[in-house]
């Protein structure tokens, strides 16, 4: 199993998380960060602060020099996926081709109406992220894209320059849902991440992707498995690792720590000497 770290850009501050970041990358445990999409907080007084995500990222990446670095997840109605396809090459070139693309259908109704952006309804929002799928790969990965969808037209649409990572940079789809987030998973993620929850919950939803990847002919195998684990604010880093442990049991390749606010980098290393300890790192 390997491992990861999650600093959502919430009830923080960019200080903190630069520290965390910085800290992080000299760790060799972590072999990425993540950051989440959201513009007010979310389980908690949404009229906190919270940073942007893609902007805040590439700053991290900057700050970095070995850590991985993805968002889990964009939510694809908040940018037309060929303005994300520009933005995820930009970032792919100016991090040495560290990005990991997370991308996901987008959830947040408070957020989406506070600003006027239309979430639709659920089926709305699956034919969409379907669709954004398809031009995010396009653009991605070809030299030109054309699309007729419903949500999204394209005609000879260019992407200059791609990214260092071929085809495209690693995309991770974050969601349970069975009948549409981890069928769109099977067909164009190289990467699933569980929202999180018991580990007889992620056999399930592990077998169910393992399915529609059989009805596609890809083998399951090609995608990496995530769940996020939550550090809580007693900072109990044996349940931590208990918890990854039993996930590893039902086939986890990668465990994403979420580390809670006020971001210390004081955990870190605690947290590293306890995955070293338990013998879980491959």
Not at 45 to 63: I, M, R, Y
Not at 220 to 231: D, G, Q, Y
């Amino acid at each position: 199993m390997r491992f990861a770290f999650k600093t959502s850009p919430q009830n923080t501050t960019w200080h903190d998380m630069l520290a965390v970041w910085q800290a992080a990358d000299a760790i060799d445990v972590y072999e990425s960060g993540w950051t989440f999409d959201h513009f007010y907080p979310i389980f908690s007084d949404p009229t906190g602060p919270c940073l942007e995500s893609w902007v805040t990222l590439t700053a991290l990446a900057q700050a970095t020099r070995r850590l991985r670095v993805g968002v889990l997840v964009t939510g694809v109605h908040y940018r037309h996926p060929a303005v994300l396809a520009n933005m995820a090459s930009a970032l792919d070139i100016v991090s040495g081709g560290r990005l990991e693309l997370g991308i996901g259908a987008g959830w947040n109704e408070e957020e989406s109406e506070a600003y006027g952006i239309k979430l639709g309804t659920i089926k709305e929002r699956f034919d969409r992220f379907e669709e954004a799928c398809q031009v995010l790969t396009g653009l991605l990965g070809e030299e030109t894209t054309t699309f007729d969808g419903r949500y999204y037209q394209l005609k000879d649409a260019r992407n200059e320059p791609k990214g260092p990572q071929k085809p495209h940079p690693p995309i991770c789809i974050g969601g349970n849902g069975e009948k549409r987030t981890l069928r769109i998973t099977a067909r164009y993620a190289d990467h699933w991440n569980f929202v999180g929850g018991p580990p007889e919950e992620f056999a399930r939803k592990r077998d169910v992707l393992a399915a529609h990847c059989a009805d596609i002919g890809r083998d399951p195998a090609e995608i990496t498995l995530s769940a996020h684990v939550r550090l809580g604010p007693d900072l109990d880093y044996p349940k931590v690792i208990d918890e990854a442990a039993a996930l590893g049991e039902q086939g986890l390749d990668l465990a994403i720590l979420y580390l809670p606010p006020p971001h210390d980098p004081a955990v870190l290393e605690p947290l590293a000497e306890a995955i070293r300890d338990s013998g879980l790192p491959a």
